[in-house]
């Protein structure tokens, strides 16, 4: 899973290296859930992040498409 650009000031672009279906927890510094979204059969997507407090943000992918529901966590930075 890629993330891009990071650090942002406006958009961020998620990139998964396969059609990932499941859900995505984007959490703040302080454990504040900022989006709980449901993702499905996707490449690619976007988050305006434009609305956000400047800070750290924490991204979290749990992957419905295998047995194991395999979690990543990626590091998001927000500036301006």
């Known amino acids: 899973i890629d993330i891009f650009p990071n650090p942002t000031t406006d958009y961020c672009y998620i ?8 859900m995505m927890h984007i959490c703040d510094i ?3 859930e900022i989006i709980k979204s449901k993702v499905s059969s996707q490449r690619e997507t976007n988050i305006d992040v434009s609305g956000w407090d400047a800070g750290i943000y924490f991204i979290n992918f749990i992957d419905n498409n295998n047995t194991q529901n395999k979690s990543v966590s990626k590091k998001l930075v927000k500036i301006r």
């Open 15 to 22: 990139h998964f290296d396969h059609a990932f279906t499941g």
């Open 30 to 32: 302080h454990g504040k």
